[in-house]
């Protein structure tokens, strides 16, 4: 029920921005997939013939099978398209504390727009739906790959980006050292120095940009894109939630642009709980238009572990906000009714089936999350009604069913 209620937390957060559901095949052609989520992900993609002896393979995340999405309902969209996927995907780990074979992702993304608005947009979506979730104090870390690969021009290193940008998305796992040393086997120990200086955090967001930019042979259409970012976040308010880090690469091929990773910052070493990033070359890679996105995800699993960690997930067993006492079986359908007449007025309800004590009621409603039950009389439909209050043990007598709607939903006291 935690897993139920957090995932209607995150699309009313969705829903909020104009961000409208799509769906996508579980199965793929192999080769729709193969190839585009680069180096690791591509070996950790379940891949199998079947029945029909076509070679298929399960969705390892929900981006790829979006940019198919496009190439076949893109005409139909109006641009830019907002979306969003809450689905299953599958990849071939090794096991762990918020890392399964089997998870969930809650995927946005905006197309048909190249604007720094969309990516800021993104990054709010970001912290509003941690926020909306109660995840807590959280950091997103954000970065640009094309300031990235302009600095690897500086150093003769561009024709080896690939390799390095997975050497640096892996060096909070791996440590300062073994990054060195990686880097140092790939491009030399000079210029494994120099990148290890480059991607450091030092000072505020302006500073950091202004020294990476420098870095990077001076100010281009990157630098100023992540400046414009950072005057939105400054106007929006909200501009102390993000920090320019130039570690952050994301080690997915098909990332192009400005690049963010999200931390809960009391407990960091679970890495980060939304990533995303701009991919203008993705959503074009199956029709002839290119559409420029920017997109982020959220791994719900991995967010569900950490909070419960944290101890920030309640326990509930129940959607309802009230529930109808059984006090005699016989009368199970008039109880029905009344239930009816307050799921009219939006308040979900439930009936309890069995006339067992009252007592005992009041506990199952208790354990089962709900704050309200109600006590019918003989003709529960025009009998005055009892409403008990759970939380505080207390019980308000000889109601209407007008004023005992008017207490559960607040409006009367």
């Known amino acids: 029920m935690e897993r139920r209620a957090l995932v209607g937390k995150i699309e009313a957060s969705f829903r909020s921005f104009g961000f409208v559901p799509i769906d996508t095949p579980v199965l793929e052609y192999a080769e729709i997939l193969l190839g585009k989520g680069g180096g690791e992900t591509e070996k950790q993609i379940y891949r199998f013939t079947d029945h029909g002896g076509r070679d298929v393979a399960l969705r390892f995340d929900l981006t790829v099978p979006f940019a198919r999405f496009l190439a076949e309902h893109g005409p139909e969209l109006p641009l830019p398209f ?170 997915l091929d098909y990332y192009t642009g400005v690049v963010y990773e999200s931390f809960l910052n009391e407990i960091p070493e679970i890495g980060s709980v939304c990533s995303g990033g701009r991919y203008d070359d993705l959503a074009g890679l199956y029709s002839r238009e290119k559409l420029s996105g920017v997109g982020s995800s959220i791994g719900l699993d991995r967010l569900i572990a950490a909070m419960e960690s944290l101890g920030r997930l309640r326990g509930q067993d129940s959607y309802a906000l009230a529930a109808v006492a059984c006090v005699n079986e016989a009368r199970g359908g008039s109880y029905q009714a009344l239930a009816g007449e307050i799921r009219k007025q939006g308040i979900p309800c439930e009936v309890f089936p069995e006339a067992k004590k009252l007592v005992r009621q009041f506990v199952m409603a208790e354990k089962k999350g709900i704050p309200w039950v109600i006590i019918p009389g003989e003709k529960p439909l025009t009998d005055p009604l009892t409403l008990r209050e759970i939380a505080e043990r207390r019980d308000f007598e000889a109601l209407s069913l007008e004023k005992l709607i008017g207490i559960i939903q607040g409006t009367n006291p």
Not at 110 to 135: K, M, Q, W
Request: aromatic share 8%.
């Open 82 to 251: 907002k979306r969003y996927h809450i689905a299953k995907v599958w990849r071939g780990e090794n096991t762990q504390r918020g890392r399964y074979r089997e998870f969930t992702q809650c995927d946005f993304d905006i197309v048909g727009s190249d604007s720094p608005a969309a990516d800021f947009e993104i990054l709010l979506l970001i912290r509003n739906t941690l926020e909306a979730i109660g995840a807590g104090n959280v950091t997103i870390r954000l970065n640009h790959r094309g300031l990235f690969n302009r600095f690897l021009e500086q150093i003769h290193c561009r024709e080896s980006s690939v390799d390095i940008l997975r050497i640096v998305d892996k060096l909070a796992k791996t440590g300062r050292e073994a990054t060195l040393q990686s880097l140092s086997d790939l491009a030399g120990r000079d210029a494994a120095e120099r990148l290890l200086d480059y991607i450091e955090v030092r000072g505020s967001f302006e500073d950091t940009l202004d020294r990476i930019t420098e870095a990077a042979g001076g100010a281009c259409p990157e630098s100023e894109r992540l400046a414009s970012i950072r005057r939105f976040m400054i106007d929006a308010g909200c501009g102390d939630r993000f920090v320019l880090d130039p570690s952050i690469t994301r080690g």
